[in-house]
Structures are given as structure tokens and as C-alpha cells.
């Protein structure tokens, strides 16, 4: 059973850098199948799709993201991580981190953990 | 592309058939994936490509639709089902969500 965990700091202060990992198990990143994405979910609100990473490490960003977001890979661990510039509060949210197929539909989910952004 | 859902609130009763639609900005083929999300958790993937229903979702679900107008239906309404519905397209990306429709059981 493939199962994503995310971790990383609840708090990040305003023009710092929110860094996540998403940590995979029952599935091999490096098997080349699939694609890694990372959501996010502010409180009350929608889905914002901020962008994948293949195995190979090629990615693909939200362009209202993509100055600001870096999506990596590491298969020595099996995870792959999150890293978000210049943070504001509007990026307080609940991040996901999911599975992507070739077709992007994201069939297996994280948990998903609480970034607030404050000083 | 840009997904509209309607309604964004339905309230409905035990055995309804309900039914939630998904307009995209574009045609997108049957390149639609609906999730269910009940609050405090993730989202789950319901359907893929329209109409395909993933493993291990109840058969109550259905969806269809191509180019621009796509359907989510639920056949008879159960208490678990209150949740929140999103569709999502697969047409290349960004990929982009719909606004959600939230579906309160009477």
C-alpha cells in the first residue's frame, strides 16, 4: 500500500523559506512510473496545484508560483521536498503532497500539514 | 483553463440522486478527474478521464462528459457521502481545480 507522509516546521515567519518533505513508502520514486506533486489548501478554500517532479528531477510549477517554488527529488531516501520563497501570509495553508500519474490525476494523497505564516 | 462547478451547495436527502457539473473554459476531451473531501482530511481520488471509477469507490458514483460540460453523479445519497466534491482537468498543466461543491446530507 503506497502511503506519502509530509513533514517539516508548522511556522514560518514572514520572508523566510517553507521547506517540506514528502517521504513515499510501499512505492519506489525512482521507478520512473509516476510524477510527485505538492497542493496546497488555504483554510476554507480551494485546491492550488503548485507543481511535480519526476524521478529524473525535470518539474513542472504553477506559473503563479514559479518564481518563488523548487520542487526536488531524492531517491537515495524516497522523498521529495518543497522549498517556497519569500513567504507571505497568503501561503499560510495546508500542503499536500500526492502521487501524479502520466495523466495527472493524483490517485494517492499525504495527510497534509499546517504552514502558518507568521512573525 | 478555468473550472466552474455548480452548484457550490446542495442539501439533499438520504437515496437523492445527486448530480454536480464541471464547466471548463475549454474542451479538455474527457480529461476530468472528480475527489471527495471530507473535512480534516485529504482528498480522495473519486474518478479519472471522465468517466473511469477508481478502485475501490463505491459504484454509487459515476461520472461522464467530454469536451466542456462533465458530470458527477451520485446514484443514491448516503450519510457518509456529505463531503466536498472537486473536479480537476488533465489537459497538460497547470493543472487547475474547480471551485468545489459542497453536499450536506437533510
Known amino acids: 500500500q503506497v502511503q506519502l507522509q509530509e513533514s517539516g516546521p508548522g511556522l514560518v515567519k514572514p520572508s523566510q523559506t517553507l521547506s517540506l518533505t514528502c517521504t513515499v513508502s510501499g512505492a519506489s520514486i525512482s521507478s520512473g512510473r509516476d510524477y510527485w506533486s505538492w497542493i496546497r489548501q488555504p483554510a476554507g478554500k480551494g485546491l492550488e496545484w503548485i507543481g511535480r517532479?519526476?524521478?529524473?528531477?525535470?518539474?513542472d510549477y504553477n506559473p503563479s508560483l514559479k518564481s518563488r517554488v523548487a520542487i526536488s527529488v531524492d531517491t537515495s531516501k524516497n522523498q521529495f521536498s518543497l522549498n517556497l520563497i519569500s513567504v507571505t501570509a497568503a501561503d499560510t495553508a495546508v500542503y499536500y503532497c500526492?502521487?501524479?500519474?502520466?495523466?495527472?490525476?493524483?490517485?494517492?494523497w499525504g495527510t497534509g500539514t499546517t504552514v502558518t505564516v507568521s512573525s | 483553463i478555468q473550472l466552474t462547478q455548480s452548484p457550490s451547495f446542495l442539501s439533499a436527502s438520504v437515496g437523492d440522486r445527486v448530480t454536480i457539473t464541471c464547466r471548463a473554459s475549454?474542451?479538455?476531451?474527457?480529461?476530468v478527474a472528480w475527489y471527495q473531501q471530507k473535512p480534516g482530511t485529504a482528498p480522495r481520488l473519486l474518478i479519472y478521464e471522465a468517466s473511469t471509477l477508481q478502485s475501490g469507490v463505491p459504484s454509487r458514483f459515476s461520472g461522464s462528459g467530454s469536451g466542456t460540460q462533465f458530470t458527477l453523479t451520485i446514484s443514491s445519497l448516503q450519510p457518509e457521502d456529505s463531503a466536498t466534491y472537486y473536479c480537476?482537468?488533465?489537459?497538460?498543466?497547470?493543472?487547475?481545480f474547480g471551485g468545489g461543491t459542497k453536499v450536506d446530507i437533510k
Open positions: 517532479v519526476y524521478t529524473s528531477g525535470s518539474t
Open positions: 500526492a502521487r501524479t500519474t502520466v495523466t495527472y490525476y493524483l490517485d494517492v
Open positions: 475549454q474542451g479538455i476531451r474527457s480529461y
Open positions: 480537476q482537468h488533465l489537459n497538460g498543466f497547470p493543472v487547475t
